[in-house]
């Protein structure tokens, strides 16, 4: 099954407050000159929720987010993952951000 990858505006999308809970929001120079060099290459993963607190909010990507905005990015690759378990994200996004350390 492929799924759909999406272009977004980087300043129209928000991080999960767990993510920022968990990991914070800082982005280093080095994530900087690479995300400057190449691009956002790995899409942004995007949670669809009937949950509004949910919908809507970066599972995987906030630091790319982040970079994207403070280097004028106009889009962002994402693609959407649909689930109402708050659990389920909160392991998704420890599960997605542990490579980010």
Do not use: Q
């Not at 920022?20 to 000159?33: C, T």
């Not at 982040?66 to 889009?75: E, Q």
């Amino acid at each position: 099954m492929k799924t759909e990858i999406v272009e977004r505006d980087p300043s129209d999308l928000r991080n999960h407050i767990e993510g920022i809970r968990l990991f914070g929001e800082h982005v280093d120079e080095f994530f900087l000159d690479c995300v400057r060099k190449y691009g956002v290459i790995d899409p942004l993963l995007i949670c669809r929720s009937t949950n509004p607190d949910l919908n809507d909010r970066i599972v995987s990507g906030r630091r790319r987010r982040m970079a994207a905005i403070i280097l004028g990015l106009p889009t962002v690759p994402c693609r959407y993952w649909s689930c109402d378990n708050p659990d389920e994200i909160r392991l998704r996004m420890i599960i997605c951000n542990m490579r980010s350390h």
